[in-house]
């Protein structure tokens, strides 16, 4: 879905997955040349001098194919986060079974590097706080 999202209109998809700032200005970039050259080709063809047109189809073209690629960078970057926020988690489910509190809130730390907002993480840090001795 997000996908397809991305096809039709460039940028959104980077948006959904956590790129907001570059995929905003995609949108726009797209958005904006895309209803020159529309407007160049059929709306006021008399109006907009056809050099701006392809310019501007140009430069969406250029958006359209650059969100493409940058989705799909973004995508293979959070698969391999995921892999290693997975790894890093049951490291510390590993540590706080055998008692190592230390290593576990080591593992965590890491865990919070790669992916702060992951709601597991979160709740093996409120785990080992409540274990932590005080």
Known sequence: MILLLNILLPGTGL??????????????LYGVCANVALASRWIAPESIPRPLGSLALTIAACAWILSQALYRRQGKILARQADSLAMLLKEAETALLSGD??????????GAAVDNED??????????????PR
């Open 15 to 28: 948006i959904v997955r956590r790129r907001e700032w570059l995929g905003l200005c995609l949108v726009m």
């Open 101 to 110: 509190i230390r290593s576990a809130q080591a593992a965590l730390l890491s």
């Open 119 to 132: 709601p597991r993480l979160h709740a093996l840090m409120k785990k080992v706080q409540s274990i932590e």
